[in-house]
């Protein structure tokens, strides 16, 4: 099972991680996905989404390096493996890099 943009609080990685000890699921790795911000700017600003501002984008980034960023230190933590991908590339580049990686962290646990 894989689970995109969820848990985006710390309070919902903590539900999610003692829910699966309780259910006996191991949490096997997150991947971290690392775009430029310039990079990630442009790419939601060519969206033309209602809600892509310049003050909702900026809101974002911000609460990436709050939120996520204390998100990813407690699966660490936790010695969940985090595999970083560089997401500065094309969809089908990330999309393969993401299935190498995991492919490769996976096939070692």
């Not at 984008?57 to 204390?70: A, G, L, P």
């Not at 580049?93 to 096939?107: E, F, I, N, T, Y």
Request: aromatic share 6%; charged share 25%; glycine share 4%.
């Amino acid at each position: 099972v894989a689970l995109d943009g969820f848990p985006r609080k710390v309070s919902q990685a903590e539900w999610l991680s003692s829910w699966a000890q309780a259910k006996g699921i191991h949490i096997e790795a997150i991947v971290h996905l690392l775009v430029n911000p310039t990079i990630a700017k442009q790419r939601l600003s060519e969206r033309q989404r209602a809600d892509d501002t310049e003050e909702a984008i900026q809101r974002r980034f911000t609460e990436y390096h709050t939120s996520t960023m204390d998100i990813i230190r407690l699966f660490e933590a936790s010695a969940v493996p985090i595999i970083e991908v560089d997401a500065n590339q094309g969809i089908e580049s990330v999309h393969d890099a993401m299935l190498s990686a995991l492919r490769g962290k996976l096939d070692k646990v």
